[in-house]
Structures are given as structure tokens and as C-alpha cells.
């Protein structure tokens, strides 16, 4: 068999990274490379030219230290800010018992995205475009839970899935960003997302949880149940609204307001002893202030955001809070000192910084990036439909040995 290689870009508010994955047996190797990142700011693209610039820099890395020659084609992690993300469910019934291919699979699927985009509107349906269709469940007549209701039979297919929609110019830009780095766009992928595929391990199942990715510009979080996403939203916060914070409070240059945080950075200021003092410069001057200070605005800063995202949840659903099973925290935000101590106390749920599915990698700000080839890997699952993205072909029938492979050429010809 041919092994993969899959191309990856992350155009984050810190970092640009690439990453190659290069299949070997049944593990992927990976390659990694950042770049300090320009051009970009809570994800968006801001300056394309400094983008470009930065993204040309990991790449040409890459490419030294890659054993074999980059793809000309890559996927790309899209922010939450520039998505948005619904469930919905569609039904389609047949004038008789029939076995369910692929073909209904994609009609069910065309129809629940029809029926989402006809409910949202106009506004929605120009400037967005579909980037994922995750199926939660498909039921055949009264029977529900099916993974992958191909094979079945049966009068009526119903799909609940959890569709995401990203922002048509957003992808339009990384589109011509690629195109002049000679690469093609060869899919989107949400941050998020990939990040539940980062940190999972074979026997992960995610149910009511949720995964929390906080980076330096923007926080992201997708509740699932039964292992399925069942929302998906954001916050306009990240590590670099920290640092604001701790310039204006402290009235700091930027240079020590990332000291600061290095040296003293914590997210549960009740962890910092009372008594202890730091020596904060101001230019020439330094002043002396209790250690606690830092964490304290720290604290205060991460204390806000947890409790938007708990309203923003219950907003939702009730159940989703209180329910929670627990909080998988990743991104770079994760790795600051006590903040799982900190989501532990708002959320009232376990909170995890949980390692990468590959432990070759081990920086958890990398989980995006990681989990998109894990994430390729699962479209070719035939047991469950992880994501049907574009219409299924034919190789997803369920193998069932030789014969049943002929009778399907034969039913295909006659
Ligand atoms: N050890 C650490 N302690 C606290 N914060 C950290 C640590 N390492 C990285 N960070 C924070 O994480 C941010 C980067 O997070 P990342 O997820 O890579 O963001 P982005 O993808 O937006 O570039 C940095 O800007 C920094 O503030
Ligand atoms: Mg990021």
C-alpha cells in the first residue's frame, strides 16, 4: 500500500507551524516546524504578505529537515471565530424495504445540509460554506446508535449529525495564501476538532465532555456526547489578552509583562504564598510587589472567561453543565501553571491536560495540528462515518469478502 503523507498548517496568533506526518506501518512519524507567526491576530489573517512570509519560513524548514519531498497540498486549521456549528437532523424515507448504500448516505446528508442552510438564511448560506458533516447517530426504522448505516435495510434513514460551517472568505484567503506558495488547499479543519483527535488514545470515548483549547489568541471549546461533538463555539481570548491585561494593570513595558508571566505566570493565585516579593522594572526603576499580584490578575483574567464559557454552555443546554464529566483542557494556555487547579474549581469537573495521541510529540499546543492526520486516518474508517465531508463514493459499502463484492459489481451493471 502506498503510505500517506499528510501536509499541515497552522497559522496561529503565536506560531505558524507545518507538520508532516509520514505514514510508517500503522503509526505516522512527524515532523514539525514553527515559525514566530506575523500577520495573524485571533486567528484571523491579517496581513496576508507577513503571513505569507511566516508560513514560507516553517515550510522551507520543513523541507530540510523532511526525508522525503513535501506534498504539493495541504490541509489547513481553521479557528472557531471564522465558524459556526449546528446540529441537525434529516430523514428520507424509501417506497419499500431496501438495503442502504452509499448513495442514500450522501442524499440523508445533502438534505440535513439543505434544510440547515435553508433554516439559517440567506446570510448564512453566502458566507458560509459546509466544512464538516460529523454524523452523531443514523437510525434505521426504530433501531438507533448505527455508526454507519450502509449495509442495513430497511423503509426510513435518519441522520442527527453536527455540521460546521466556516467563513467562505476566510478560506478563500488561505486558498490564495497556498496558491502562492505553490500548494493547493486540500481541506480545512477545525481547531477544535482536531484538538479532540490530538488527545485521544484508543480508548477514548468523550461523553459529556468538554474539550478546551486555549491558545494565544483565541479560546475554542466543542462539547460531545456519546463521543460526537454536539457544539462548538468560542471566545475572542487567548494568552495574548493576558498579557494586555498585566501591561495596563501594571502600567509595564511588553518585554516585562512576558517576564512576568514566564517567572511568576500562574492561573489560582490561593496556590501563591502571601509573603513573597518580586521586583517589577520600570525602565530604569524597579519596584517591589508581593509575588501574588501576577497570578492575581491572572486569575482574575481566566476566572472571567471560564465562566462566559459556562454560560455560554448552559445557554445552550442546562444538561450540558450539569452533566459535565469532565474538562480536557490543551493548547498552549493549558501548559500555565495551576490553570486545570483553576478550571477544576469554576467547571466543579475533573479537568485533564491530557497527552498527545502520538507520544512522540509532546508539546500540547501542538494538539491541532497532531490530530489532523488523526483525523484523516478516521475518513477511512467503514465502521463508523466520522465526517462526510463530500459525498461518499462506493468504497464505503461495507466489505463483506469476494462474493459479496461481486454481487455488489453485478448489481452495479444490471
Ligand atoms: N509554559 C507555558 N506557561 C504558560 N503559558 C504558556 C506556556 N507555553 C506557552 N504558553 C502560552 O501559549 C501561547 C501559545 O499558545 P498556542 O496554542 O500555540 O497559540 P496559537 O496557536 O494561537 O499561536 C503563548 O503565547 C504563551 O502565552
Ligand atoms: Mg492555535
Redesign the pocket.
Known sequence: MLSQKILTL?L????VRVSLSLQKGDKYHFYIKTAP?RGVKN?NIVNLASAKESLRSALNSLKLESPVALPNEAYVLVPGGCTLGYQVEATIEFPGIKTISHNDVNVVKNKAKDELLRIKGQTVKSYYEVIHVVPQEFIVDSVDGIQNPIGRSGRKLTMKAFIVLASRSHVKTLEDLLKELNLKLKGVVLQSFASSFGIRSQNSYFNNNLLLY?????TEFMYFREDKPVLSKHLPF???D??EFLIKKLKVSRTEAERL??EH?SAYAFNVSKEEVIHINYGSKTLKAPKILIPALIHLKLKEVFKDIKSLLSEENPDYLENLSGVYLT???S???DIDTLAEKIFKAPVTVPPLSHPEVSDV?LSPLVGVTDYIVSLSDRKKLSDIREDLTRSYERGGGFFASVWRFITDII
Open positions: 497552522d496561529g496568533t503565536s506560531s507567526s486567528g486555549m491558545g494565544a489568541g483565541n487567548g494568552s495574548e493576558i498579557m508571566y514566564r505566570g493548547g498552549g494556555l501548559k500555565l501553571k499546543a
